[in-house]
C-alpha cells in the first residue's frame, strides 16, 4: 500500500511522523519553525485518513509505514501514531535511529481487554457511520482526553477539527477497525529487545499515558521519558514549544557528541 506524504524542512536529520486517529499528514505543519532547521520531515496520512487508501489489517499499515523509511530515519508517533510506530520499531529497527512516542501505548496483555476494546472501537464506528464526519467530531471534541486542546486559540482550534472533519465515514471507520486498540496485537513482550534510544512524551494532566508511558520506560532497553506538568494528551499541540525542545535535545545529546572538562 502506498501513503500519501508531505515533506517540511532542511535538516540533516531524516524523520518520519505519524498522526493521531482523525488527523493526517498536515497535524505537525506547526513544528516546522520549531524544528524544520533539524529535520527533513516526511508527514504521513494513515491509512483510512488524508489521501491514502483504505487499510486492511494492521500488519498492512505496519508493512506500509515500515516501507516508506530510509535506514537511521527518527520515528514520530502520537497516539494511534505512536502505537503503530512502536510495532514499527519492533518489525526493522535497523532502519530506525531513534523513536519518539508521544501518548502511546504497547497494547493490551489480556486478550479479554482487547476483545472489550475491539466491541468499544466498533461502538465509535457505529457512532460515526449513523452520526456522520461532524457528528463524531462533535463527540471527539467533548472527551475528556482532549480538555487540553479546548485551552488552545480559537483559530488553532478551527484549523484542528477542520483537519478531523476533512475525512469520510469509511476511511476513520476502517481505520478504527485496523489500527484501534482493539486491532492493535500485544506489544508489550518485545520491548525489551527493542534497543533502538526511545523518548516517551506525555502530557502530566493524561495520567492513564503518563502512568504507561512510566511502565514502557521501565521495560524498554534505551528509555527517557518526560511528563509536561498541566498538559494533556497531545504535547505537540499544547506546548510546542516545550515539544520541540525536549527533541531536540533527545536528537542532540550534548553529553553524548562532546567531551566535557569538568572542574574538581
Not at 36 to 57: I, N, Q, Y
Not at 140 to 168: C, D, M, N
Not at 213 to 229: E, N
Amino acid at each position: 500500500m502506498k501513503l500519501h506524504s508531505i515533506t517540511w524542512g532542511r535538516g540533516e536529520t531524516k524523520a518520519v511522523f505519524l498522526h493521531g486517529f482523525a488527523g493526517s499528514s498536515r497535524s505537525f505543519d506547526h513544528l516546522e519553525p520549531l524544528l524544520g532547521d533539524l529535520l527533513t520531515a516526511t508527514c504521513v496520512d494513515l491509512p483510512g485518513h488524508g489521501a491514502s487508501p483504505l487499510p486492511s489489517s494492521w500488519d498492512e499499515v505496519v508493512d506500509s509505514v515500515a516501507a516508506l523509511l530510509d535506514e537511521r530515519t527518527v520515528l514520530f508517533g502520537y497516539s494511534q501514531g505512536a502505537r503503530v510506530a512502536l510495532a514499527v520499531a519492533q518489525k526493522v529497527p535497523q532502519k530506525i535511529e531513534r523513536l519518539v512516542l508521544e501518548s502511546g501505548a504497547a497494547g493490551f496483555r489480556r486478550r479479554r481487554d482487547r476483545l472489550l476494546r475491539r466491541r468499544s472501537d466498533e461502538g465509535l464506528a457505529e457512532l460515526i457511520r449513523s452520526r456522520g464526519v461532524d457528528g463524531f467530531v462533535d463527540h471527539w471534541e467533548r472527551l475528556p482526553l482532549f480538555a487540553g486542546l479546548r485551552a488552545l486559540p480559537a483559530v488553532e482550534q478551527e484549523a484542528l477539527r477542520q483537519r478531523r472533519a476533512s475525512h469520510t465515514v469509511e476511511g476513520l471507520s476502517s481505520a478504527l477497525r485496523t489500527m484501534g486498540q482493539g486491532a492493535q496485537p500485544d506489544l508489550w513482550p518485545g520491548l525489551q529487545g527493542l534497543r533502538v534510544p526511545t523518548l516517551l512524551i506525555t502530557g502530566a494532566a493524561d495520567e492513564k499515558y503518563t502512568r504507561i508511558a512510566r511502565r514502557m520506560t521501565v521495560d524498554l532497553p534505551l528509555a527517557w521519558r518526560v511528563s509536561f506538568r498541566g498538559v494533556g494528551h497531545a504535547p505537540h499541540l499544547e506546548c510546542p514549544a516545550l515539544y520541540a525542545a525536549e527533541v531536540r535535545a533527545f536528537l542532540t545529546p550534548r553529553w553524548l557528541a562532546e567531551p566535557q572538562e569538568l572542574a574538581p
